[in-house]
């Protein structure tokens, strides 16, 4: 049996905080390690021991094994946790950690090996009689091997990365035409995420469900699975909405894939906590996807349907235990559902978002659970995955645990980064949804146009309420106390206020007497009472009904929690105007804090509207920076390899003279 007192985490943030949460509650120390940016993460505070492991970069940090080593040595801890992401799915890593005397909490790393790899673990379950999608796995990777292979797969066809997994490296193709651009493509995220520029292809299931299978494995030949999880609403091949248990499985299909999954976790000799992943088309027929070797971000789901602790399992087996249950002790209670908080702009192409955490208010009851590592007055970096926080609800039936979540998402709230918590609210209370049906082409197929996805005005509701904020503020700060905020018993003179939200410039009238606001702009007038108001919600009353909103003060920004999300309302009444031109303006600038991977042109270059200029990676993912304007490209400021900031200005392009240029109506 195996030994050990104290457990280094080799992660960060929620995934480190839900190790430690189970790791104290059975009696281990812990240690936290963190880089220059998370110096003060809650995660670091949670623990009995930090350690700083480098600079910011993952690559100096998060991702360096010797740092991590160290940082065991250092404290004497004698195991080490990778949590999920990461280097949770290193077997260099695994085999570092044991070489250095250290339990790794997770499995072997020949089995790490075998599934880390697409094409080698696909050949694998191939031999273990395991479905999977036809396609081509070989170790030939030239082009014209590929693009032979495509031709004999047929269109559409997925690319994927061999080595990794979270949508990165992963392409689907639908014409010929389109598959050399996206090999490339997607070898360059592949290299740029795993370390490997291999690819698979597999002929792609149109509207199936992603349906996973969590398995356990212990080091006495005990494997059981701890049933499905529903993770077909994904955006971008990230999930964004799991459930347990799927609304699609029957009883007989479970039995299936879980002796299925079963048997691909023997394939590999497999030890602790494993997933195996799988898509199935309507008629019930499934296909091996992957094999996940570490804990996943929804294992939650799993939890509460079975009330076991899976973390608790990962270190009974480290500590070389047999399996708590048999397969046949294993039961299932209610249903749960999860989603993910991600800082992202959805109304933006969800594009990442990084900055200052000014309001964080997530909401607690039965039933609910909040899987989170942020707090009030953190700082967002463009240095790590955008996820910020999972919330969870367990009910009795699918109907009541879909209420409840929603309820919990749309009274929670986050001020100061964009966020999804909107886009998570409207996909929990969507039809398609509620009913069951969603599939992994949901998003696409029967999500196209909704409002929390889509850049639209401001209401004029939420901007009489960020007009009134304003002068709320701007009374509190010149009045001696609360009691003369500045509202009187007879009418004053109109105030006036220039805001911007997004795109939209707003002209409003506030006219106040005691606590009744009245906010005009040209074409509608807002009456407001302001009941009752705190550091950072207010109640108010307006059309005769009484609401409550969460707000947040950022210098001449009120951030508010509205029903389409977090908006931001800038005061500009006092800043000059300046013209735009609708269009494009030919200024390039940064739309995130992030790196420069990749320059496709020269400064001087004649460029057309839509075309590459350069990549910029953030937050794991790439994203490519065009051309907005035809023109010449007059002056480009940017290398590749250099760290970039929001705003910064990459680039100018000069209009064609000849080309007419877009002016607004």
């Not at 235990?321 to 908080?341: K, N, T």
């Not at 609360?482 to 410039?505: F, H, K, Q, V």
Request: proline share 6%; charged share 20%; with cysteine.
């Amino acid at each position: 049996m195996a030994k050990f007192e104290k457990i280094l985490i080799a992660n960060r943030g929620e995934i480190a905080l839900r190790v430690i949460r189970t790791a104290r509650a059975m009696g281990f120390r812990t240690v936290a390690v963190y880089s220059d940016v998370d110096h003060d993460a809650p995660h670091v505070i949670a623990a009995d021991e930090a350690v700083r492991i480098g600079p910011a970069p993952v690559g100096q940090s998060y991702l360096n094994a010797e740092a991590l080593l160290a940082a065991a040595r250092l404290t004497g801890a004698e195991a080490v946790h990778p949590g999920y992401g990461f280097l949770s799915e290193n077997a260099e890593f695994a085999r570092a950690c044991t070489k250095a005397g250290l339990i790794f909490i997770g499995p072997t790393p020949e089995a790490i090996a075998l599934m880390g790899s697409k094409r080698l673990s696909k050949l694998a379950m191939i031999d273990a009689s395991v479905p999977c999608i036809p396609g081509y796995q070989g170790a030939d990777q030239d082009d014209e091997t590929l693009i032979s292979e495509a031709a004999r797969i047929g269109f559409p066809l997925m690319i994927k990365a061999s080595a990794g997994g979270g949508g990165r490296g992963m392409r689907i193709v639908s014409a010929p035409n389109a598959l050399v651009e996206n090999i490339a493509s997607a070898r360059s995220e592949a290299l740029s995420a795993f370390g490997s520029d291999e690819l698979i292809l597999e002929r792609a299931v149109i509207g199936p469900r992603h349906i996973e299978i969590q398995v356990f494995a212990d080091a006495h030949g005990n494997v059981v699975h701890l049933g499905e999880r529903d993770c077909s609403i994904q955006r971008r091949h990230q999930k964004v909405v799991e459930e347990a248990p799927s609304p699609f499985v029957t009883p007989e299909l479970r039995e299936k894939m879980g002796t299925a999954a079963i048997n691909a976790a023997r394939a590999c000799d497999y030890r602790g906590a494993g997933t195996v992943e799988f898509l199935v088309d309507a008629e019930g027929n499934f296909y091996f996807l992957e094999m996940n070797t570490r804990l996943q971000v929804e294992h939650p789901v799993t939890e509460a349907i079975t009330g076991l602790d899976l973390v608790e399992w990962q270190l009974r087996v480290a500590l070389g235990e047999p399996l708590p249950l048999q397969q046949e002790d294993i039961v299932f209670s209610g249903w749960a559902m999860e989603v993910r908080l991600y800082a992202e702009d959805p109304q933006n192409g969800f594009l990442p978002q990084t900055g200052k955490i000014l309001h964080w208010h997530p909401v607690e009851g039965p039933g609910l659970r909040l899987d989170g590592g942020i707090t009030a007055g953190q700082t967002i970096s463009p240095h790590y995955d955008p996820m910020l926080a999972k919330l969870i609800a367990h009910g009795s039936t699918r109907e009541e645990t879909r209420r409840k979540l929603a309820c919990a998402v749309e009274d929670s709230a986050l001020l100061g980064v964009p966020n999804n918590k909107a886009f998570l609210a409207h996909i929990l209370r969507h039809p398609v949804f509620a009913e069951g049906a969603a599939t992994t082409d949901f998003l696409a197929r029967d999500f196209e146009g909704d409002p929390s996805a889509t850049l639209a005005p401001p209401t004029p509701q939420d901007a009489a309420l960020a007009a009134m904020l304003f002068h709320v503020r701007s009374a509190e700060a010149s009045a001696p106390t609360r009691r003369e905020i500045g509202w009187r018993n007879g009418p004053t003179t109109p105030w006036r206020y220039t805001l911007l939200c997004d795109e939209a410039s707003l002209s409003l009238t506030l006219l106040t007497e005691a606590q009744h606001f009245t906010v005009q702009d040209e074409l509608d007038e807002v009456e407001i009472e302001l009941l009752a108001i705190a550091p950072h919600q207010c109640t108010y009353l307006t059309n005769g009904v009484r609401r409550t909103i969460h707000f947040a003060y950022d210098e001449n920004t009120v951030h508010l929690d509205t029903a389409l999300g977090a908006r931001s309302f800038r005061n500009t009444t006092h800043t000059a105007k300046t013209g735009t031109v609708a269009g494009g303006s030919g200024h390039i600038t940064a739309p995130m804090d992030g790196a420069i991977v990749a320059v496709h042109t020269l400064q001087g270059a004649r460029v057309t509207r839509g075309q590459p200029l350069a990549v910029l990676e953030a937050m794991k993912m790439e994203h490519p920076l065009r051309a907005d304007i035809d023109g010449t490209l007059t002056a480009l400021t940017i290398t590749e390899g250099e760290q970039v900031r929001i705003r910064q200005h990459l680039a100018t392009i000069s209009p064609d003279t000849d080309t007419d240029t877009e002016t607004p109506a």
